[in-house]
T-cell receptor, first 114, second 115 residues
Framework: EADIYQTPRYLVIGTGKKITLECSQTMGHDKMYWYQQDPGMELHLIHYSYGVNSTEKGDLSSESTVSRIRTEHFPLTLESARPSHTSQYLC?????????????FGEGSRLTVL | AQSVTQLGSHVSVSEGALVLLRCNYSSSVPPYLFWYVQYPNQGLQLLLKYTSAATLVKGINGFEAEFKKSETSFHLTKPSAHMSDAAEYFCAVRNGGGGGNKLTFGTGTQLKVEL
């Protein structure tokens, strides 16, 4: 069983609010990722990190930002939420064995912006 | 660029019947291929992966997949469906050339199992 945790699981907020989605893993993985998932669509990589103080934007442009101050923690922040940000956000980390390593996913944070 | 195409966004089978979920990939270099499953309100978990060691890959819960280079396919099968197999299944590809271990996912196939 994967040891990667996301909070909150569900969040409903109003437009303009600042939100932070938390992601923590206890496996000591250097690489961590944020994916955005919408129904019927492929998962889109929005941010990733190779390690502490390393963050990169993914394939899908996102207004969110991330930080990686500690190995185990990779929070995602939206400074001013809008209805277009309504989605499910999945955090993942990968085992350090190169391209064959699997991703371990959290249970997701489902965000609804009214 | 790498990509995967999953044919059929929804597949329905009877309990006990064969499960076949299709995945075709596009990759400029030999790919690493993965199948993930997502149960309702949960994250994705790995079912199986192809890493060039063997073309027929066995995974958890009785699933297996066969890598066919000539067909650029990596279809997922299970001989006998169970009600607990109802979930969404994602095929994914990663090139062996680095790129930060980023996976490219397909759009998913929702599997429904009926009595």
């Amino acid at each position: 069983e994967a040891d990667i945790y996301q909070t909150p699981r569900y969040l409903v907020i109003g437009t303009g609010k600042k939100i932070t989605l938390e992601c923590s893993q206890t496996m000591g993985h250097d690489k961590m990722y944020w994916y955005q998932q919408d129904p019927g669509m492929e998962l889109h990589l929005i941010h990733y990190s190779y390690g502490v103080n390393s963050t990169e934007k993914g394939d899908l442009s996102s207004e969110s930002t991330v930080s990686r101050i500690r190995t185990e923690h990779f929070p995602l922040t939206l400074e001013s939420a809008r209805p277009s940000h309504t989605s499910q956000y999945l955090c993942a980390s990968s085992s350090p064995v190169g391209p064959t390593g699997e991703l371990f996913f959290g249970e997701g944070s489902r965000l609804t912006v009214l | 660029a790498q990509s995967v195409t999953q044919l059929g966004s929804h597949v329905s089978v009877s309990e006990g019947a064969l499960v076949l979920l299709r995945c075709n990939y596009s990759s400029s270099v030999p790919p690493y291929l993965f199948w993930y499953v997502q149960y309702p309100n949960q994250g994705l978990q790995l079912l199986l992966k192809y890493t060039s060691a063997a073309t027929l890959v066995k995974g958890i819960n009785g699933f297996e997949a066969e890598f066919k280079k000539s067909e650029t396919s990596f279809h997922l099968t299970k001989p006998s469906a169970h009600m607990s197999d109802a979930a969404e299944y994602f095929c994914a590809v990663r090139n062996g050339g680095g790129g930060g271990n980023k996976l490219t996912f397909g759009t998913g196939t929702q599997l429904k199992v009926e009595l």
